[in-house]
């Protein structure tokens, strides 16, 4: 307690001699304001502008118990949901937008809560460079933010269409932050790793990219001159594939299981076979582990061996044989392990094709032979599209969960 005591005596003492000094201390540290003079964003949109594709487009979602007016566009819903509303807003630059988007407000516009930040399709081809300083240098956002792309779209058409679906955009993208490892068909990315990714040139950058699609209301039936509502679906689909720095294309979901397990981001998933009957089995994958090991000579890299492990569980089949004979688990690993194959092949295949390395191998050559990378790094970009890669699957599966065999399995009494 008395070094603390102490500790605090001399901060104070510093604070005092720089102020006494004529430093203007006060004017590094945030602004002190009322929390209820604030406004809390939680999306922040970024886009190139609309009139002159220099300037920087931002569109802000926050959500509010009461109506706002003032140049602001209000999406309320009824039923008990908080009103969600939106700013938009342009200038020369990230923050020179917000500025401008502050002119409309009534209350001052707080970055400190927003949870995820959304990059239209446009600005990410463009390049993140000049829209990731301002977010990354910011004292109010935090480094931790999640960051996706807007799919074949605006970043700001994205979040205003959002505010048709039956959940809360700020919701959804808690759930993908969350729960994106259910499936392992996509991913999470943090605003410090794509600091990190951004100074390696060699390897690509993937950010999970998030769709929106407008459907038809289900049970709808035409009369009393009503029509249909257009219901808002927004999902996680895949990545965006960058190089450079800039957005060049999309890994669907298939290709971005793929990215995963080559760089051990796989967390679960199910794979679907089939068993030597023709019928359809599930198996839950619980691990994936890939390995990688590098062939040289004379300093250069010749190939890649790959080496993946897959284990399973037996969750589902449709016929009513026992397949859980010897000889019917070496068919289904067999088939769990040329379809685990399959897959990285058509990643590989994708990225040797776009010349982009989503793979994970630059980063992994520098960090086990950093003095062989330095001779073989300027020459990377030739070298990656036609590097000979082998694959070898180890294929497991574990258990059948409480059952052995289906209910009504042939030859049972």
């Not at 001699?17 to 970024?46: A, H, N, Q, V, W």
């Amino acid at each position: 307690m008395a070094i603390k005591k102490k500790v605090l005596s001399l901060v104070m003492v510093i604070i005092l001699c720089l102020y006494l000094c004529g430093c203007k201390i006060f004017g590094y540290l945030p602004k002190r304001t009322e929390i209820d003079s604030l406004e809390f964003i939680r999306i922040l949109g970024i886009d190139m502008g609309s009139q002159d594709s220099e300037n920087i487009k931002v569109t802000m979602l926050y959500i509010t118990h009461e109506k706002e007016q003032g140049g602001q566009k209000d999406s309320s819903n009824q039923g008990g949901r908080a009103n969600i509303s939106t700013m938009v807003a342009e200038g020369k630059s990230l923050s020179d937008a917000i500025k401008n988007a502050q002119l409309s407000s009534k209350r001052k516009i707080f970055l400190g809560h927003v949870f995820g930040v959304i990059i239209g399709d446009e600005a990410a081809k463009n390049g993140l460079g000049k829209y990731i300083d301002f977010i990354s240098r910011g004292i109010e956002l935090r480094l931790d933010n999640n960051i996706y792309i807007a799919k074949d779209m605006d970043a700001e058409e994205l979040i205003l269409k959002s505010c048709k679906s039956d959940e809360e955009l700020c919701d959804i993208i808690e759930h993908f932050s969350k729960d994106y490892g259910i499936t392992s068909t996509s991913g999470n990315k943090k605003l410090i790793e794509i600091m990190e990714e951004l100074d390696n040139k060699y390897a690509g950058i993937v950010i999970p990219a998030i769709k929106l699609m407008e459907e038809k209301e289900e049970n709808f039936q035409e009369g009393n001159g009503e029509e249909a509502r257009e219901k808002v679906v927004i999902k996680l689909d895949g990545y965006g594939v960058l190089k450079d720095g800039k957005l060049i294309s999309y890994a669907d979901e298939y290709l971005s299981t793929g990215i995963n397990i080559l760089n051990d981001k796989y967390m679960e998933g199910n794979i679907t076979i089939q068993d030597p009957y023709g019928q359809d089995v599930s198996l839950e994958v619980f691990e994936v582990i890939a390995e990688k090991r590098y062939k040289f000579s004379n300093g250069n890299i010749e190939s890649v061996a790959l080496k993946i492990i897959v284990n399973s569980n037996l969750a589902e089949q449709h016929s009513r044989e026992n397949i859980y004979t010897k000889e019917g688990l070496e068919y289904l690993f067999e088939q769990q392990a040329d379809t685990v194959k399959k897959e990285v092949y058509d990643v590989i295949e994708f990225a040797q094709n776009n010349n982009v390395d989503v793979l994970g191998f630059s980063r992994d050559i520098f960090k086990k032979h950093p003095i062989k990378w330095e001779k073989i790094e300027p020459e990377w970009d030739s070298i990656f599209p036609n590097l000979d890669i082998d694959i070898n699957i180890k294929s497991k599966i574990g258990r059948t969960y409480d059952i052995t065999q289906p209910s009504g399995v042939e030859g049972m009494e």
